[in-house]
């Protein structure tokens, strides 16, 4: 499959509405290209964020209006948008099962950054969160797009955080770790990249996040994340620790110690 097929397939792809050969091939494709893959990620992202602003019932008319117009001039252009009834409300756009065209996905995901309207962030209750959520996402295996290839996944860190991890024993004390698979994933509500791997065996959980979100979690969960920046925090049987590199922070938990994994990321370049 050439790039052209593949672009051509990813709205459907989008949808899981491919027949299983085409689904195989787009995805060896997307393994295989960097470009096609970068595009389904950015497209992948517009639609869940353009999902949880067309959620909002209270989504501003003239913000509709905008991007109508804008899918209409993509449309006329020939660029294959579709061109969307002046009466169309904005619920329409919320039922279950409805999918946006990729024009009407970035007409939006430009419009909704110029009027600044994101849906506001609930508050959740973080109480439970070291207790329950922590150790179920230890626990859990790879989603059905993890990476699961250690060289796409240091193609991957490298590409987007500048970022490498650790080649052997000696950038680890002495620890041998082993990379499983890579995911991006919620934290606390803070999306990064989760790198799952085995330190001496035993399986460590280590969520690469920006400083600025890092430092911005929520309180109960920010607490012992602030303790961690220090020296290794305990959490029942789980231990949390903080490696500061450059613009981001890699938040480090499991029931083995941690000494090998506070130096588990590098500078690419270095």
């Known amino acids: 499959m050439d790039c052209k097929s593949a672009r051509s397939h990813l ?11 085409t689904t195989a091939q787009l995805d060896q494709h997307l393994n295989d290209c960097d470009a096609c893959a970068a595009q389904f990620d950015a497209e992948t992202q517009i639609e869940a964020k353009l999902a949880a602003a067309l959620s909002q019932p209270e989504m501003p008319p003239a913000l509709w209006s905008q991007l109508r117009a804008s899918v209409n001039e993509d449309a006329l252009l020939g660029s294959g948008g579709e061109t969307l009834p002046a009466s169309m409300p904005i619920s329409d756009t919320a039922q279950p099962g409805w999918k946006l065209p ?8 430009v419009a909704i950054a110029v009027w600044g309207y994101w849906p ?14 922590v150790p179920t996402m230890l626990a859990a295996g790879p989603a ?14 490298k590409a987007q955080y500048g970022l490498a991890m650790a080649e052997s024993k000696t950038e680890t004390q002495g620890h041998p770790v082993t990379v499983d698979f890579a995911q991006t994933a919620d934290f606390a509500g803070r999306r990064g990249i989760q790198i799952r791997v085995k330190c001496c065996r035993r399986p ?5 996040l ?44 499991s029931e083995h110690k941690l000494d090998g994994m506070r130096t588990f990321f590098k500078r690419a370049d270095a």
């Not at 460590?204 to 690469?208: A, D, F, K, Q, W």
């Open 11 to 21: 709205n459907m792809y989008l949808d899981a509405a491919l027949d299983a050969p």
């Open 102 to 109: 990729v024009s009407l996905a970035a007409a939006a995901a």
């Open 120 to 133: 506001v962030q609930v508050d959740r209750d973080y109480a439970a969160f070291w207790q329950t959520e």
């Open 144 to 157: 059905t797009d993890a990476m699961v290839d250690e060289a796409e996944i240091v193609a991957y860190l």
């Open 204 to 208: 460590v959980m280590v969520t690469l």
């Open 210 to 253: 920006k400083a600025s979100e890092s430092s911005n979690l929520p309180e109960a969960v920010n607490a012992v994340v602030n303790k961690a920046r220090q020296s290794t925090s305990k959490q029942g049987e789980l231990n949390v620790g903080v490696q500061s590199i450059g613009d981001y922070e890699a938040i480090i938990i």
